[in-house]
């Protein structure tokens, strides 16, 4: 059984943190997924991390990139039917459509993984997912306009572009475009989609059809739900949930589902010539994948997801006739000529009913009154329509790339609520020179009011482990959280377990926040707070922490609170916790192996455990709690540990009793740095070389507090 993603947060820091006071509606396949899976080294970084020299180069191709004359080859291409793969109605623009909606629609807010920014449908496991069934001609098709721009149009970007152009080609809404998409070099952030060995370990789905979150599909290879009914039955009552619950993993409310599904289904038509199918993924036959088993397997004869015929009798014009259609006419269901289960108008009551179908997640919006509300409200008013979908299509497709502020380009639209904008940063900033000489005094003055110092006789702990869980809810995969705005500070993040006593820790700042005004911010203050409490617990080996100033403040009240799935895994003491949900949270939040365990060790050098704050004994980790040094790596890897319960259930912790009589403890967690041969090596070389620990360490720490500085 998988847990929640929304449990206590994500225990390295709150380890310090916890405890120390210091089916897609463009057609989806219906076949079972293949059981052909993949597997990775289970080391590799996030990929969509350029180096210096890369980024700079990609941005000034993207920033001369001429836009305008993309579009125009694009439109041009959509007109252009070629022998090789016979477009619909002489149009290719439901098909780039679909290219687009099937990169985006991986998504899923869970983890943040999937998207299209890395454009990584062009490799496996992506490109042989049965949705993407026949897409491989769709990029084959953009391969010349992809050629001709070069770096600065990337593979994420264009596939977004093509289908945008495409649905304004013909007629739709559209609000804008985000440019900025890095390529990946291969598939491996995708590997936790499936199928591979890494997604069963981590994700497992007990019930094809019918997977549950962190998934973000029913089915391992679709990109929502099964289309023909759940199990691959026609009953759409019981499709109206999935549908609902499968957009909302991607962060969509009913409006949004509604009308993207009527959007897409606006234009284009299903592909179900005959029932023998596509062929072979690329997976399974590279040389020749989907030649197609029915006829010439292109054309009138292709086979894409089972499913036969338009929704509309204009399918290359935007209108709202998905809508009027569902309501116009009685369905009945029947088999294609697929052999799947679709929707036709009922013939005894609508013998002149033109050729047009619908599937069963379509009708099941009928039979959900709250969709049908939607379905009705669209019917009668395209103008809504329009806007609902030109902001739910600008959603779906730049969902992944964060805040506004990594969207590049003239199409760029005002920053929309799903991208949780700031205000601008101070200006001008403060003397962060004489804030440093005033955080130092704030952390060696004790304030017994506010909350008392440990025997260490310091706040810096309690400092370090805010700057942490202010910084540390930051995920590469979609960009979103981090300490900019300082959302910490209110709900939902101020209630959340791991962060308690840290509304103290902020009241211990204020004096110093005040001092400043409008020109400290309070993200720039939490940061700068732990960074000079580092330095202050490394005074011995004169230690300086880089710190880069300007991030804005949230202002309380406005735009969307933190969503719970920020909110991380790792409890720290759970029994079930894992090697591999460990790789996983840390693959998420872009770090390397290095990083990680320097980061755990940093972070669990310092500070106390405390039982009316996290369960666990009162207690630390090393014998000299107020000190940065390599200790912890020490102690874990030379002492005895045996394991002890807590007052938590299903939740452990371990302890040591040193020569001198001193009871230590450690967490899963720590431990799980010993079951692994990759983290326990660097363990192994931290405990030995202190200098290395605390460089890499610092280097970890200012990646961490910057990451989300676009």
Not at 14 to 41: D, E, F, M, Q, W
Not at 479 to 505: H, Q, V
Request: charged letters at 20%; one cysteine or more; hydrophobic letters at 35%.
């Amino acid at each position: 059984m998988t847990r929640s993603t929304s449990t206590i947060t994500l225990c390295l820091f709150s380890l310090l943190a916890c405890v120390s006071s210091s089916g897609c509606p463009y057609l989806a396949s219906l076949k079972t997924t293949s059981s052909h899976t993949l597997t990775s080294p289970h080391t590799h970084p996030h990929h969509r991390q350029l180096t210096p020299s890369e980024e700079d180069q990609y941005i000034t191709a993207l920033k001369s990139l001429p836009l305008d004359s993309v579009k125009a080859d694009i439109k041009e291409l959509l007109h252009t039917s070629q022998d090789f793969w016979p477009s619909d109605y002489d149009n290719y623009g439901p098909f780039f459509i679909r290219l687009a909606w099937h990169c985006s629609g991986s998504y899923r807010t869970s983890d943040g993984r999937g998207g299209c920014d890395g454009g990584r449908q062009r490799f496996e496991p992506e490109q042989s997912w049965e949705d993407n069934t026949n897409l491989d001609k769709a990029r084959h098709l953009l391969w010349p306009v992809k050629e001709k721009y070069g770096l600065g149009l990337s593979w994420g970007d264009l596939f977004i572009l093509a289908g945008t152009v495409a649905i304004e080609d013909m007629g739709g809404p559209v609000l804008g475009f985000c440019a900025g998409r890095r390529d990946d070099p291969d598939g491996s952030a995708s590997l936790p989609l499936g199928p591979t060995a890494e997604q069963e370990e981590n994700y497992p789905c007990e019930v094809p059809g019918d997977c549950k979150e962190p998934l973000g599909t029913t089915t391992i290879g679709l990109i929502y739900v099964n289309p023909e009914g759940p199990q691959g039955r026609p009953v759409p009552e019981g499709s109206a949930p999935q549908v609902r619950d499968t957009f909302a993993r991607m962060g969509m409310n009913d409006t949004e589902t509604v009308a993207l599904i009527g959007g897409g289904h606006s234009f284009g038509k299903t592909h179900g010539a005959c029932p023998d199918g596509a062929g072979p993924s690329p997976a399974e036959d590279p040389e020749n994948p989907w030649p197609g088993n029915c006829g010439t397997g292109k054309g009138n004869d292709t086979y894409t997801s089972g499913f036969e015929g338009p929704w509309t009798t204009e399918p290359t014009r935007w209108d709202n006739g998905f809508f009027v259609n569902l309501l116009q006419y009685e369905w009945e269901a029947v088999i294609g000529p697929g052999g799947h289960y679709q929707w036709r108008p009922d013939p005894r009551k609508h013998p002149d009913a033109p050729a047009i179908m619908m599937l069963t997640s379509d009708i099941s919006l009928t039979v959900d009154s709250v969709f049908l509300d939607i379905v009705k409200r669209f019917a009668n008013d395209q103008e809504e329509f329009e806007r609902q979908f030109s902001h739910a299509w600008y959603k779906l497709t730049t969902r992944d790339m964060g805040p506004v502020t990594r969207c590049i380009g003239s199409d760029v639209p005002p920053a929309q609520p799903f991208q949780y904008p700031l205000p601008p940063p101070p200006n001008p900033l403060p003397d962060f020179d004489q804030v440093r000489e005033d955080l130092l005094h704030v952390i060696h003055t004790p304030q017994d009011a506010i909350l008392p110092q440990d025997a260490s006789g310091t706040y810096a702990p309690l400092f370090v482990r805010l700057a942490w869980q202010c910084a540390s809810t930051f995920r590469s995969t979609d960009y979103m959280g981090g300490c900019s705005g300082a959302r910490i500070r209110f709900e939902p993040e101020k209630s959340w377990p791991a962060n308690a006593a840290l509304d103290s820790a902020l009241k211990l700042l204020e004096g110093v926040k005040n001092r400043y005004g409008d020109s400290l911010s309070w993200a720039d203050l939490i940061v700068l707070a732990g960074s000079v409490s580092l330095e202050d617990s490394a005074r011995s080996h004169d230690l300086s922490v880089p710190f880069t100033g300007g991030r804005p403040d949230a202002v309380e009240g406005e735009g969307l609170p933190t969503p719970d799935y920020l909110e991380g895994r790792l409890s720290g003491g759970a029994e079930d916790d894992t090697v591999a949900e460990m790789r996983d949270v840390m693959e998420v939040m872009g770090l390397t192996p290095r990083e990680w365990v320097a980061l755990i060790g940093g972070g669990h050098s310092l500070g106390e455990m405390h039982r009316d704050r996290s369960g666990f004994r009162d207690g630390s980790w090393t014998t000299q709690p107020a000190t940065l040094d390599n200790e912890w790596f020490i102690n874990l890897l030379d002492l005895e540990w045996e394991e002890v319960k807590t007052e938590q259930e299903d939740q452990v912790e371990y302890q040591s009793i040193t020569s001198t009589g001193r009871v230590l403890y450690m967490l899963k967690t720590d431990m799980l740095i010993l079951f692994d041969p990759e983290y326990k090596a660097i363990a192994q070389e931290y405990a030995q070389n202190e200098t290395a620990f605390l460089n890499e360490f610092i280097m970890a720490w200012v990646k961490v507090m910057n990451a989300d500085m676009f």
